[in-house]
Nanobody, 124 residues
Framework: QVQLEESGGGWMQPGGSTRLSCTAS????????TAWFRQAPGKEREFVAA??????YYSDSVTGRFTISKVSAKNTVFLQMNDLKPEDTAVYYC???????????????????WGQGTQVTVSS
């Protein structure tokens, strides 16, 4: 059984930084990918970033500010979040799949395994 454990987040001031972690246990596949999504109150869940075979993908709203990376030996994916803005406030979810198709990498439906979510609040 695949389990994802997230950590990090909390309250930050605008312009601040934080790093989220997602550690996976169980599961394997030939085309693994891990992504971060976020959901703000009253809004739909949206794609933030993904990493697959060493390649990274970002939404337009976080490009240049967020960086996704992976330490394979620890089965851990990180999301470094810099220059945070109030609109980054959301619950952030880690998700993974072992059979991703590149064309769907930004779609929540492509990921069968999800973490519990961690709150990120950006305000002054």
């Amino acid at each position: 059984q695949v389990q994802l454990e997230e950590s990090g987040g909390g309250w930050m001031q605008p312009g601040g930084s934080t790093r989220l972690s997602c550690t996976a246990s169980g599961g394997s596949g030939s085309r693994p990918a891990t992504a971060w999504f976020r959901q703000a109150p009253g809004k739909e869940r949206e794609f933030v970033a993904a990493i697959r075979s060493g390649y990274t993908y970002y939404s337009d709203s976080v490009t240049g500010r967020f960086t996704i990376s992976k330490v394979s030996a620890k089965n851990t994916v990180f999301l470094q979040m810099n220059d945070l803005k109030p609109e980054d406030t959301a619950v952030y979810y880690c998700a993974t799949s072992f059979t991703t198709i590149l064309s769907t990498i930004r779609s929540a439906q492509a990921y069968p395994y999800w973490g519990q979510g961690t709150q990120v609040t950006v305000s002054s």
